[in-house]
């Protein structure tokens, strides 16, 4: 199997990602990995879990994905978040919020590992931004590659020579003598100016990584996150992608 289709961040927004899984199977892609927050933030939770699970896609454990299935305060969210999660977990069959509690922190694909932060502590979920926070994060790779999502921000960070450089190309190849920390993007909540839904083609014998941008019904998602009563902020940051 040459091609990985990795996505991370659908947060429970279906249409989104149907229109990467049909882009993907577009791009000769034979396997799919997802990097966490399957649910939260978005109006159709239960879906996109059947979803994953019945195409029996790789995924590990987000952030939201943690604290919908566990009977927490959710101190660690901010309130916009909170009310989100607390409806999402209205919405989940306890089968569903087993099967997210389950899920591992980290995973290993091939020669590549798969985490939702930073694989200096996973379970802690901080944040990757900048050259920085990449060059800490790099340091506990023990693969050349490490895939992550978390910021809803595409980027490469690629360590050469112990200097970390930030890369924003739609397609990177592979240095076999360089580190790379590959965010993903997001599927169902893009913050990085583009409302188009993200995710990463990884071709593993071209050694190359090609990131995918897919249009689908922004309006119409948005739409869906107010008629569930959900909050407005939810609806207008799918079209401002901020």
Not at 32 to 57: F, H, N, S, W
Request: charged share 20%; proline share 4%; aromatic share 8%.
């Amino acid at each position: 199997m040459s091609k990985i289709a990795i996505f991370s961040d659908v947060h429970a927004n279906l249409a989104a990602l149907d229109a990467v899984l049909a882009d993907a199977s577009t791009q000769g892609v034979e396997r799919y990995a997802c990097l966490g927050d399957v649910v939260g933030y978005g109006p159709r939770p239960a879906e996109c879990v059947t979803k994953i699970q019945d195409m029996e896609c790789i995924c590990i454990k987000g952030n939201h994905d943690e604290y919908i299935s566990y009977d927490d305060e959710l101190n660690n969210f901010n309130n916009l978040a909170r009310e989100a999660l607390i409806w999402t977990k209205s919405q989940l069959s306890s089968p569903q919020k087993e099967w997210l509690a389950s899920l591992p922190y980290t995973r290993r694909l091939g020669r590549q590992m798969l985490v939702h932060a930073s694989m200096e502590n996973p379970s802690a979920w901080e944040y990757v931004r900048n050259s920085f926070d990449a060059s800490i994060a790099i340091k506990y790779q023990t693969t050349q590659m490490c895939f992550s999502g978390h910021t809803h921000v595409p980027v490469v960070f690629e360590m050469i020579g112990g200097k970390v450089h930030v890369r924003h190309d739609e397609v990177v190849t592979i240095d076999p003598a360089n580190k790379y920390l590959i965010n993903v993007g997001s599927v169902g909540q893009p913050r990085d100016g583009d409302p188009l839904a993200c995710y990463v083609v990884f071709d593993r014998l071209e050694r190359t990584l090609t990131f995918r941008r897919v249009a689908y019904d922004v309006e119409s998602v948005a739409q869906e996150i107010l008629n569930a009563g959900l909050p407005e902020k939810l609806a207008n940051r799918l079209i401002e992608a901020f």
